[in-house]
C-alpha cells in the first residue's frame, strides 16, 4: 500500500477509534489523545471512565478491533508521514495499557511495565 493511500486510511481509522468511545459517552477523548485538556481532575475522570468501559465484553471487542486496525496503520508509515498520530498513539497506548492492567485481560499476554 503507498503512503499516499494509507494516509487517509489511518485517519478513517483513528476518526473510528474516536467514534468509538463517543458512542459510548465519552465525550472529550479527542481532546485527550491530543493532551488539549487543561483540567488535570477531568483528564483523570476521563481516563478512568475509558478503563471503566473495558469491563463490558462489547466495547472490549471494539476497542481491540479499532485500535489493532490504527497501529496496523501506523505501523505502514515512516516516522516523519505519521507523526501527527505519534502523540494520540500513546494516549491510546496509555488507555490499553490501563484497561489491561486493571482487568487483567489475560487474553492479550503480560503487560509489560
Known amino acids: 500500500m503507498k503512503a499516499s493511500s494509507t494516509i487517509p ?3 478513517s481509522r483513528f476518526r473510528r477509534l474516536l467514534q468509538l468511545f463517543q458512542d459510548y459517552g465519552i465525550k472529550q477523548t479527542e ?3 491530543h493532551q488539549k485538556m ?4 477531568e483528564e483523570w475522570e476521563l481516563v478512568e471512565n475509558c478503563v471503566a468501559l473495558w469491563a463490558e465484553v462489547k466495547f472490549r471487542a ?4 479499532c485500535i489493532k486496525a490504527f497501529f496496523d496503520s501506523l505501523d505502514l508509515l515512516n516516522a516523519s508521514m505519521a507523526k501527527e498520530y505519534s502523540v494520540p498513539a500513546k494516549r491510546m497506548g496509555y488507555l490499553l495499557m490501563r ?4 482487568y487483567k485481560d489475560e487474553t ?3 503487560v509489560r511495565r
Open 99 to 102: 484497561m489491561r492492567d486493571r
Open 62 to 65: 471494539q476497542f481491540d478491533t
Open 38 to 41: 487543561v483540567d488535570e481532575n
Open 31 to 33: 481532546q485527550f489523545v
Open 108 to 110: 492479550h499476554g503480560p
Open 9 to 11: 486510511v489511518l485517519e
